[in-house]
C-alpha cells in the first residue's frame, strides 16, 4: 500500500474517531444534563414531601385536641397536661391553644406566648377571614405564615369545635397548633442543600390580595433554571422552588471535545503504525498468542490442560446449561500413595510417572472429554454430555482400573492405584468453584473408604430434595384418602366474653409422622397444586360440620376458613362454594373466608368482584393477617369486606411495646371508621385483652380463651369463657376499660 493511501486512510481514521468521540461527548452531556435535571424533580419533590407530611402530622393535634373538649363537654380539665401529652405524642408543634367564641384562653406551653391571652380571633382583620373560612366550611384551615403577637413567624392550624345542642350543633370556639415556621423547614433538607449550591424559595398566593407571597427562600437566589411543585395544605397551597448554580461545568464539555480530538490523532497513528508493518505484525501476533495460550492453559511436565483450563470450562457449561441443558461429569482423581514413588525414587521417577498416567487418562475418554493436571498428582476429567450416573460409575471403573496398571520406572515396575471424586454438573454446584470442591469432598471420602475407590458427591440438599418428594407423594395419598382433621379455635366477644365463633384449622394425621401442623405440607400442597383439593374438603368439613351443630340443637357460631392465594383465583372457586353450601343445606351466613392481603393486591378488579358474589351469597369476608403485608387502607375502603383480622405480632408485646399500642389502636380505628369489625389474634394474657376491649376491639383469639382443637362441646366452652370473663371484672381495677391507655 502507497504513501498516499496510507495518508488518506488515517486522515478518515481521524476524522470519524474524533467525530464518534465528539458524538458520544455530546451525548454524555445531554445525558448527564438529564440526570441532574430528574435529580432536580426528585429532590424537589422529596423535600415538598417532607414539608407536607410534617405539617399534616403536626395539623393532627387539632384533631385529638379537638376531640378531647368534645368528650369534656368544653374546656378540658387540666388543659396543661392533655396538651403536654398531645405534644409528647405528635411532635413538631410549638403550642397548643384554646380559643373559646374565638378568644385566646388557654395556652400550652404559656411561657413567652402570654401576649396572645385574650386575643379575639375574629376581630383580627389579618386572620378573621381564614377564622369565618374554618367556621363556615367546618374544616380545619391553615392561617399564615404571619408574625406572631409575641414574636416569630409562624402558622397556625385552626380547627372549628362545635358542641351538640338542643337545636343541633353549636358553635364552641377554636382548638389551634401553632408551628413556626424555621422549625418546620429545619424538618428538612432544605438547609444542608443551601450550603451545597442549592437556591430554594417558599410562596404562597395570599388569600387576601391575591398576590404571590414568598415567606422563606435561600440567601442565594433562584436561577433561571428553576423546578418547582405545589404542597398542598388546608384551604391553601404553598409553592417549593428549587435551583442550582450551575448543572453542567463548562470545563466538562472542553475537555471532553479536546479529548475527541486527542483520540482521533492516536487512533491515525497506530493505523499508520498497523498500516505500515502488517505482516511483521501478524506474525508477532500470532506467536504471542501460542506462546501465551501455552503458558496460561497448559501444565508443561504433562503436556495436559491445568486448572484454570478447566474452571473456564466449567463455567462455560454451567452459564450455557439454560440454554442447552447438556448435563456433564466432573471427576476429581488422585493417585494413593504417590508421595511413596517420588520419595523412594526421585522426582524424575515421579514426572515418569506423572506423564505415563496422564496419557493413560486421555486413552480413557473421548477426545471431546477434557483431561487436565490440577496439582501434583491430582487429575481432573470432564465428561462432556454425560448422560447417566451409570455412565459416569463405568468410566470410574474404568479409569481407577487403568492407573493400577505396572508403570516401568527404570528397571522396576510399580503400581498405584487412583481414588476419584464424582460430580454432576450442575446438580452438585452453581460455579467452578463449587463443583471442584464437591469433586474434591467426593474424592477424600473415596479415600476414607479405602482407597482404590470412587464416591459420588453427596449433598445435605439431596436428602431435603428426596424427604420432599416422599412428601408429595403421601399429601397425593392424604387427598386421597383425606387423612386431614380440622381444630376448632374459638373467637370470642371481647366485650361480653361470649363465644361468637370459631376458625377451622387443618392438620395432616400423618400415617407415620403423626400430627403435622399446616406449616409443615401447605407449602408443598402450593407448588404440586394440591391446595385446592385440600381447601375445598375443609370447606365441605366445615359444613358438615355446622349441620351436625344443627341436629344436635346447640347454639349458632360462625365458622371461618381460610383461603389460599391459589385457590382464590380458582376459576371454579364460587360454584364450588355454592354447590357445598347447597348441598349440606347450610345458613350460608355461619360461614366467613379469611383471605390475605397478597391475595386482593395481585388482580385488583377480580378479586373484588370474587369477594362481591361471596357477599351476595351470605358469606362473610375478612382479610387475615392485616398489617404485615401491604396493609394499603386505600384499596381496603373498596373491598366488600366485613371484617379486619390483626396479625398476632401486633398483639405479642402489647402490654409492653408502645408502638404496638399506637398501631394496634390507630389499626382499630380506622376499621371502624371504614365500618369493619376487628378481630385480634394470639392473644394469650388477661393484660392484653383487657388493652384490647379498652381499644374497643371487637373480637378476639388465642391461647387465652382455648386452642385449636377437635370440636368440644359449646356448651362447656361457653361456660369455661363466662367464668373468665367474670374473673376479668373482678381483676379489672378501672370501671371504664377507656381509662387504661390514654387516648390520642
Not at 231 to 241: D, E, K
Request: proline share 3%; glycine share 6%.
Amino acid at each position: 500500500m502507497n504513501a498516499t493511501k496510507i495518508k488518506i486512510i488515517c486522515l478518515l481514521v481521524c476524522l470519524v474517531i474524533s467525530g464518534l468521540c465528539a458524538y458520544w461527548t455530546r451525548l454524555g452531556q445531554t445525558l448527564y444534563l438529564n440526570e441532574q435535571r430528574f435529580y432536580m424533580n426528585e429532590l424537589v419533590s422529596s423535600q415538598a414531601y417532607a414539608i407536607e407530611r410534617r405539617l399534616s402530622r403536626s395539623l393532627s393535634a387539632t384533631s385529638i385536641l379537638a376531640q378531647g373538649v368534645r368528650q369534656a363537654g368544653g374546656l378540658i380539665v387540666d388543659f396543661d397536661h392533655y396538651a403536654k401529652e398531645v405534644l409528647q405524642s405528635v411532635g413538631g408543634v410549638s403550642n397548643l391553644q384554646l380559643a373559646p367564641a374565638g378568644v385566646i384562653r388557654y395556652i400550652y406551653p404559656l411561657e413567652g406566648n402570654e401576649q396572645a391571652i385574650g386575643h379575639d380571633i375574629l376581630k383580627d382583620g389579618t386572620r378573621r377571614k381564614e377564622a369565618l373560612l374554618a367556621i363556615q366550611e367546618h374544616l380545619l384551615t391553615l392561617a399564615g405564615p404571619f408574625e406572631l403577637i409575641q414574636g416569630g413567624i409562624a402558622v397556625v392550624g385552626r380547627k372549628p369545635v362545635y358542641l351538640p345542642s338542643e337545636t343541633g350543633e353549636r358553635f364552641w370556639g377554636f382548638v389551634s397548633a401553632l408551628i413556626y415556621l424555621d422549625k418546620l423547614l429545619n424538618l428538612t433538607e432544605l438547609a444542608s442543600l443551601e450550603e451545597k449550591g442549592y437556591s430554594y424559595e417558599l410562596s404562597r398566593r395570599h388569600p387576601d390580595t391575591g398576590e404571590i407571597q414568598t415567606f422563606a427562600q435561600s440567601r442565594t437566589p433562584l436561577t433561571g433554571e428553576n423546578y418547582a411543585l405545589a404542597i398542598q395544605v388546608p384551604n391553601s397551597r404553598w409553592l417549593l422552588t428549587m435551583s442550582r448554580a450551575q448543572l453542567m461545568p463548562k470545563w466538562r464539555s472542553t475537555i471532553g471535545y479536546i479529548s475527541s480530538i486527542l483520540a482521533g490523532i492516536l487512533f491515525a497513528w497506530v493505523a499508520y503504525f498497523i498500516l505500515h508493518q502488517p505482516d511483521k505484525l501478524r506474525q508477532i501476533v500470532l506467536e504471542k498468542t501460542r506462546l501465551l495460550e501455552d503458558l496460561a492453559y497448559r501444565d508443561h511436565l504433562t503436556g495436559l490442560v491445568n486448572r484454570r483450563y478447566l474452571s473456564e470450562q466449567l463455567q462455560r457449561i454451567i452459564t450455557e446449561f439454560n440454554r442447552y441443558a447438556n448435563s456433564a461429569v466432573l471427576m476429581y482423581l488422585d493417585l494413593d500413595d504417590f508421595k511413596r514413588i517420588n520419595d523412594s525414587m526421585g522426582h524424575a521417577a515421579g514426572d515418569a510417572l506423572l506423564c505415563e498416567i496422564s496419557a493413560r487418562l486421555n486413552a480413557c475418554v473421548r477426545s471431546s472429554d477434557i483431561v487436565a493436571r490440577l496439582g501434583g498428582d491430582e487429575f481432573g476429567i470432564l465428561l462432556l454430555d454425560a448422560s447417566s450416573v451409570r455412565d459416569a460409575r463405568i468410566i470410574a471403573e474404568k479409569l481407577i482400573a487403568t492407573t493400577e496398571r505396572p508403570v516401568l520406572l527404570g528397571n522396576k515396575e510399580f503400581s498405584v492405584s487412583a481414588s476419584i471424586g464424582v460430580t454432576l454438573i450442575p446438580a452438585d454446584g452453581d460455579s467452578d468453584v463449587a463443583i471442584l470442591k464437591n469433586a474434591d469432598l467426593a474424592m477424600y471420602s473415596a479415600k476414607k473408604s479405602g482407597k482404590r475407590n470412587f464416591c459420588f458427591y453427596d449433598q445435605s440438599l439431596q436428602t431435603e430434595a428426596i424427604a420432599k418428594r416422599q412428601l408429595e407423594a403421601d399429601l397425593l395419598v392424604a387427598v386421597k384418602q383425606q387423612q386431614f382433621v380440622l381444630h376448632y379455635q374459638p373467637i370470642v366477644d371481647l366485650a361480653s366474653g361470649k363465644l361468637t365463633g370459631y376458625e377451622a384449622l387443618i392438620r395432616w394425621q400423618h400415617p407415620v409422622q403423626g400430627l403435622l401442623n399446616p406449616d409443615k405440607f401447605i407449602g408443598v400442597a402450593e407448588d404440586t397444586g394440591q391446595i385446592c383439593a385440600i381447601g375445598y374438603w375443609v370447606i365441605k368439613e366445615v359444613c358438615r360440620h355446622i349441620k351436625q351443630t344443627e341436629a344436635n340443637s346447640e347454639p349458632s357460631c360462625w365458622y371461618s376458613i381460610n383461603l389460599s392465594p391459589k385457590q382464590f383465583k380458582d376459576p371454579l372457586l364460587l360454584d364450588t362454594i355454592r354447590n357445598i353450601v347447597n348441598v349440606y343445606a347450610i345458613d350460608a351466613s355461619l360461614l366467613e373466608f379469611e383471605v390475605t392481603e397478597s391475595c386482593v393486591m395481585e388482580e385488583v378488579e377480580d378479586a373484588i368482584n370474587t369477594l362481591q358474589k361471596l357477599k351476595v351469597m351470605g358469606i362473610s369476608v375478612a382479610i387475615d393477617d392485616f398489617g404485615t403485608g401491604y396493609s394499603c387502607f386505600s384499596l381496603l375502603k373498596n373491598l366488600p369486606t366485613d371484617k379486619l383480622k390483626i396479625d398476632m405480632s401486633f398483639i405479642h408485646d402489647l402490654e409492653t411495646d408502645i408502638n404496638d399500642q399506637k398501631i394496634v389502636q390507630g389499626l382499630i380505628s380506622m376499621a371502624h371508621k371504614l365500618h369493619l369489625t376487628v378481630v385480634a389474634e394470639g392473644i394469650e394474657t388477661k393484660g392484653q385483652q383487657q388493652l384490647l376491649i379498652s381499644y374497643q376491639c371487637d373480637f378476639g383469639q388465642g391461647y387465652l380463651f382455648g386452642k385449636p382443637e377437635p370440636k368440644t362441646s359449646q356448651i362447656m366452652l361457653a361456660d369455661k369463657l363466662a367464668i373468665m370473663q367474670n374473673t376479668l371484672s373482678v381483676e379489672s381495677p378501672c370501671k371504664d376499660p377507656r381509662q387504661l391507655v390514654p387516648r390520642g
